[in-house]
């Protein structure tokens, strides 16, 4: 799914035998003695499964519509980022500040059979270079001491003015990881939200294994310190971990998603307090779901201004992410 563009190519087209075909032949494989036939080998090749270079485009590993948005906002990064996300992820960690540091939690996993080092994206962030899959059935886990989260994720509530009684709602929560994240940093009262509250059900039981309180809502009325939307998105900055996403994108969704998230825009900057704060974040990598949102969002809406904004791509180690702070 990561390499479907170019393993078509090199195998004769985008078929499940042209895609593995090509995924052998990628790999520096011979063919030949593969594809003859006998017993349970594949059919031998035919004449249309002659290899062929991927051209520059074929070679990125990129929907063909999207490539001419990629090229304008990412410039000279883009093969770079493109190779990169024909690639897994590595796995990461964050540790749980309010429970140990990081050095602390290093030892604990090394302890179980896990290797980690630090990762400059964030101080609570450990990269895991062995031991993966023990991760869900350590004891460093499941005390709430790490919690499993991408690094640049860590990175973008790193940038969020979080301090001790603040009034905070996690607007798109999803599965909490952001949620849990700002809980570690200070002591909140804190509130989730998702459109799809089934996507929250697991996160009653995370929060008491990282030993924090958080509040479900449905309808959140109320006026908060701080509001973070982590609003739905193309997701081009994580197509290392869900590479189908890639190819099940289409304009017309492009554009739905950017009609959203100036919806959600409009409708969270009523929940923030005078003089509060508001955190906008995608795991994009495109401008249009990115600052356009935001400068389009300070059209729109006057009294607010942007405090910061950062964007991360996977040349900074995590996955590729956009998040900005305004403030009321």
């Known amino acids: 799914m990561r390499c479907r563009r170019s393993f078509a190519a090199l195998g004769g087209g985008e078929t499940g035998r042209g895609l593995i075909l090509g995924g052998v032949r990628a790999a520096g494989v011979d063919v030949a003695p593969l594809f003859t036939g006998d017993g349970h080998a594949p059919l031998p090749l035919m004449a249309a499964e002659t290899a062929r270079a991927p051209d520059g485009d074929e070679g990125l590993d990129l929907p063909g519509w999207l490539l001419p948005r990629l090229r304008r906002d990412l410039g000279a990064d883009l093969p770079a980022i493109a190779e990169a996300l024909r690639h897994r992820a590595p796995v990461f960690l964050r540790t749980n500040l309010a429970r140990a540091d990081r050095a602390t939690a290093q030892v604990r996993l090394a302890a179980e059979e896990i290797e980690t080092r630090p990762h400059p994206l964030s101080p609570s962030a450990l990269e895991v270079v062995a031991g993966a899959r023990r991760i869900q059935s350590c004891a460093t886990y499941a005390e ?141 990598l495109l401008s249009g779901e990115n600052r356009d949102q935001v400068d389009a969002f300070l059209a729109r809406h006057s009294g607010w201004r942007l405090e910061a904004e950062r964007r991360l791509t996977p040349l900074d180690g995590g996955d590729g992410f956009y998040a900005a702070v305004l403030r009321r």
């Open 144 to 284: 709430g001491v790490v919690e499993l989260q991408d690094a640049a994720s860590q990175a973008v509530v790193d940038m969020l003015p979080l301090s001790n009684g603040m009034k905070v709602l996690d607007f798109c929560a999803g599965g909490g990881g952001k949620t849990l994240a700002m809980a570690a940093r200070a002591r909140l009262m804190l509130f989730a939200h998702d459109a799809d509250r089934r996507r929250m059900r697991d996160l009653p039981a995370r929060a008491k294994r990282a030993g924090v309180r958080v509040t479900l809502v449905d309808n959140p009325d109320q006026a908060f310190d701080l509001v973070l939307a982590d609003v739905p998105c193309s997701g081009s900055g994580s197509w290392r971990r869900a590479p189908e996403g890639k190819w099940l994108l289409t304009e017309a969704r492009l554009a739905e998603l950017i009609v959203i998230q100036a919806a959600i825009l409009d409708r969270v900057a009523l929940r923030v307090r005078p003089g509060g704060w508001l955190g906008y974040v995608t795991c994009s």
